[in-house]
């Protein structure tokens, strides 16, 4: 299971920070990622990083803004969200998977960025 959190209200420039714990079996060897979804629009994955926390990848809106990380012993990730920006609004998921399908998935957890 993943819980989520760390959402709330920021302004245009400021920051937060995300996480997602995992409980209730390990998560070793994995990838985790965070998806965002904003009212209208589909569902983008915006962050994922492997196990060995040396591979990541970013979406190109969130590039230079946003760190992705994970604390294995704690089996948790976070995602630093800087320079956020009205358009960073939305609902965000964390996910986990081990071969090509997201078969875990987090609660979400609201970001409303005020400009």
């Known amino acids: 299971q993943l819980q989520a959190s760390g959402g709330g209200l920021a302004q245009a420039g400021g920051s937060l920070r995300l996480s997602c714990a995992a409980t209730?079996?390990?998560?070793?060897?994995?990838?985790m990622g965070w998806f965002r979804q904003a009212p209208g629009k589909e569902r983008e994955l915006v962050a994922s990083?492997?196990?060995?926390?040396?591979?990541?990848h970013y979406g190109d809106s969130v590039k230079g803004r946003f760190t992705i990380s994970r604390d294995n012993a704690k089996n948790t990730v976070y995602m630093q969200m800087d320079s956020l920006k009205p358009e960073d609004t939305a609902v965000y998921s964390c996910?986990?998977?081990?071969?090509?399908?997201?078969?875990?998935w987090g609660q979400g957890t609201q970001v409303t960025v005020s400009s």
């Open positions: 990083i492997w196990w060995s926390s040396t591979i990541t």
């Open positions: 996910a986990a998977r081990f071969g090509h399908d997201w078969d875990y």
């Open positions: 209730g079996r390990t998560f070793s060897g994995s990838n």
